[in-house]
């Protein structure tokens, strides 16, 4: 390979924008700088001093693909707090906004994003107009995937972003269960699209095999994204309260986002998909277990790119869950769970489409947010993405600069990092000596 510099002033298919800098000597990677950019979105800052009733509407602003995320994580925190406990009616309904939001989200990245990786073109735009073009089809299919996801949490919640019903204690409003046949029917509707893409991202080869470790939500009852402990590879489980602590934050002068590697183990990790389903395969529910046994047997994978597949296997997840949940749940009238403000601190660990999403409330004496914390998984996975792209780069420099650079955005690709709540990708600086 030729000295040089290559810069991507705006990488598409991905949510934001960032950069990457590699120093190459004696061909190898001497350094390699991730840099993410306008991380600091001052949130947490803008909150303080607000009414807790009216925070986690706020702190739902924080990114619009994971409103709903966002939204549920600081109703957690704040909850916690204040010692309300939500009904178990309020528990399964947020689990079914949650469903929405990751048919919708996952959908999102995997047919606008990596498809067109998958197809071999630049981007949505090139597929052809041709209805027996697999591609074609595909995309088509993740239009109705989309559809049925926002239109759960429309159904459930009021909007798929920045809903309006949900609120601490339960909802400000129950949702019309005279609606719930046309989304059963719906869901059942698009299995087998869902299906179909299942077994694209499965047939899809890229591989970058790294034995990072892994963290995601476990509660070994059932495949969920808002309940349980946090695990690692390991085994370690670590109460919700406790991740903070579990955590060493690093700084990272040239970007940005912070990064995260364990208290004690100083070493990076990996959230996401792929980690809940490397975790948590066997809570799948058992209709989606038995309609892809096949496409299952990859995991637990060390592969990053499975992370697609990973995403892919739970949207069918989350549409089996929500026709499970549509068909058996009975609307009783209830008003939120309201108790007299106190003093407290409130921890909200939710597995965002991206990965472990945390919020910390501290509220005072008079119901007003005196702190709060955010960690979102992009910073998480910051630290992983650089040792992937390292690793990459090591093994691959024999290839010419355009498919290192092709061949390092599909890797960040199948992190789906979301730069819009967390960080900004991809611009490259190439420095040879």
Not at 27 to 38: P, S, T, W
Not at 205 to 224: M, T, V
Not at 406 to 423: G, H, N, Q, V, W
Request: glycine share 6%; with cysteine.
């Amino acid at each position: 390979m030729h000295s040089g510099e290559i810069t991507i002033d705006n990488i598409t298919k991905i949510e934001g924008t960032a950069g990457l800098k590699v120093t190459i000597e004696n061909d190898r990677v001497k350094d390699l700088k991730f840099i993410i950019k306008d991380y600091r979105r001052f949130y947490t800052e803008a909150v303080k001093g607000k009414p807790y009733i009216a925070a986690s509407s706020f702190l739902s602003r924080i990114c619009g693909t994971c409103s709903v995320a966002h939204l549920f994580a600081s109703l957690e925190a704040i909850e916690k707090s204040q010692g309300i406990v939500i009904s178990e009616q309020t528990k399964l309904l947020r689990r079914l906004a949650y469903n929405g939001l990751m048919i919708r989200d996952h959908a999102l990245h995997l047919y606008f994003f990596v498809l067109p990786d998958v197809l071999g073109v630049d981007s949505i735009i090139d597929i052809p107009d041709n209805h027996d073009d697999i591609g074609h089809i595909l995309l088509h299919d993740s239009f109705d995937i989309k559809k049925i996801g926002t239109a759960i949490t429309e159904v459930i919640i009021g909007a798929a972003i920045h809903a309006p019903l949900p609120t601490v204690g339960g909802f400000l409003k129950l949702p019309d269960p005279s609606q719930f046949p046309d989304l059963i029917s719906r869901l059942e509707n698009i299995r087998s699209q869902v299906i179909r893409g299942i077994k694209t991202f499965f047939d899809y080869k890229e591989s970058l095999i790294r034995n990072s470790d892994y963290l995601c939500l476990r509660n070994g009852k059932s495949y969920d994204f808002i309940e349980g402990d946090i695990i690692n590879s390991t085994g370690k489980r670590v109460a919700e309260d406790k991740f903070h602590d579990f955590l060493k934050s690093v700084v990272i002068p040239y970007s940005e986002a912070e990064g995260y590697v364990f208290s004690d183990e100083h070493e990076d990790y990996l959230v996401g998909s792929l980690a809940r389903v490397n975790f948590n395969k066997d809570l799948l529910n058992s209709r989606t277990r038995k309609d892809i046994q096949e496409y299952l047997t990859v995991f637990p994978s060390n592969n990053v790119h499975h992370n697609n597949l990973a995403q892919a296997i739970e949207i069918l997840q989350c549409v089996d869950d929500a026709i499970d949940i549509l068909k058996t749940l009975k609307i009783i009238e209830e008003k939120p769970v309201r108790k007299p403000p106190q003093a407290g601190v409130g921890v909200g660990v939710v597995e965002a489409p991206r990965g472990i999403l945390y919020h910390m409330a501290k509220v005072n004496a008079k119901g007003m947010i005196e702190d709060y914390d955010v960690i979102v998984p992009t910073a998480q996975n910051q630290i992983s993405i650089e040792d992937d792209l390292k690793k990459y780069f090591n093994e691959n420099l024999s290839k010419d600069e355009n498919t290192l650079r092709l061949e390092a955005e599909k890797i960040i690709r199948a992190y789906d990092p979301c730069m819009s709540c967390a960080t900004n990708f991809l611009k490259i600086e190439w420095i040879r000596k």
